[in-house]
């Protein structure tokens, strides 16, 4: 069974509040196990979702024994298996997923698919290799050229495309019902705090930091029915990242050691249980403090801002012309 988390970690109501309760929940990329998707949804549905969506797209074992262990718990969950950058799967999901709740739209979706990169020199030459014939060495730096920026293709797809279009099929839905959606983007701190080797999963974590304000500006009036937030998370111990955890290289200027699965779990839905309203447009990042044995966990809110500052030399050299 591909099924290891401990459920009861997962139920805590003290910080939870209301994050979850009686709401129809939705979570992308979470059927792996160990991953924080999964990590998402037993926070959900321990702590008193009505239905609880599993999607995942290649992970299928682990997503249908997820759902399995919280059916055992009493809680309505369903899989959906479907490519978030296939909008034809994407929108073959909706009627089953609205069936699957009773004949409504979820009232939380949570976007979390993503990939990371298994990391390469960005903008670097490859580190010559003594005796290597210079047709030879053509050959390799042209075949590492296109797998690494297609490996960053597949990352910034997965995540861009996928939080785009899961945004415009169900806020579509809730306009056209007139039920209150909220959607959670799930970025990390290395949108804002670039590590290396990683340019793909970089830009693709910046990016959707901004679907929140292009959905409001894009719903206009009807922007009140619908709330958008996102989630800069730190390093946190699953498949992608337990080769980094015991190398503080990696992480320890962020954090004093990986935090696990359902820790962040907690801090996610402390964030959650806050009113939409509050949430709403804003970019939250989950600090870690404190030390190994004792971490120390508190949101921030992270404000991104343009400034336009007038160039001097322009200033006094703008061009001028007329009409036609």
Not at 25 to 35: A, M
Request: aromatic share 8%; with cysteine; hydrophobic share 45%.
């Amino acid at each position: 069974m591909a099924y290891t988390a401990d459920f009861k970690r997962f139920h805590f109501p003290q910080s939870a509040g209301d994050a979850f309760r009686n709401k129809c929940v939705l979570i992308t990329g979470s059927g792996k196990d160990g991953g924080i998707g999964q990590a998402l949804a037993l926070a959900a549905a321990a702590n008193g979702a009505a239905v609880v969506g599993v999607h995942f797209h290649s992970s299928y074992r682990d997503g249908f024994d997820l759902v399995d262990a919280i059916r055992a718990h009493g809680v309505k969950a369903y899989a959906v298996q479907a490519d978030v950058t296939n909008t034809r799967d994407l929108w073959a999901s909706r009627s089953y997923i609205i069936e699957q709740n009773g004949g409504k739209a979820p009232d939380l979706v949570i976007c979390n698919s993503g990939l990371t990169e298994k990391g390469y020199r960005f903008g670097r030459a490859l580190p010559e290799i003594e005796g290597e014939a210079r047709a030879e060495r053509r050959a390799r730096v042209r075949r590492d050229f296109i797998e690494n920026l297609a490996e960053s293709s597949l990352v910034m797809n997965t995540k861009i495309e996928g939080a785009v279009a899961m945004t415009h099929l169900w806020a579509g839905e809730a306009l056209y019902h007139q039920q209150p959606l909220q959607l959670m983007y799930i970025s990390s701190m290395q949108a804002i705090e670039p590590g290396v080797a990683v340019p793909g999963y970089v830009v693709a974590n910046w990016a959707v930091l901004r679907l929140p304000e292009v959905l409001r500006v894009n719903l206009g009036k009807a922007s009140g029915l619908v709330s958008a937030a996102c989630l800069m998370l730190p390093f946190i111990r699953t498949g992608m990242t337990e080769e980094y955890a015991d190398n503080p290289k990696v992480f320890g200027r962020w954090q004093p050691r990986m935090l696990e699965p359902y820790e962040a779990a907690e801090s996610v839905a402390q964030l959650l249980g806050r009113p939409a309203e509050e949430l709403n447009l804003g970019n939250f990042k989950l600090r870690v403090g404190g030390t190994s044995e004792a971490a120390r966990l508190s949101w921030s809110k992270v404000q991104i801002e343009v400034q336009d500052e007038t160039l001097d030399w322009s200033e006094s050299a703008a061009l001028v012309r007329g009409g036609a």
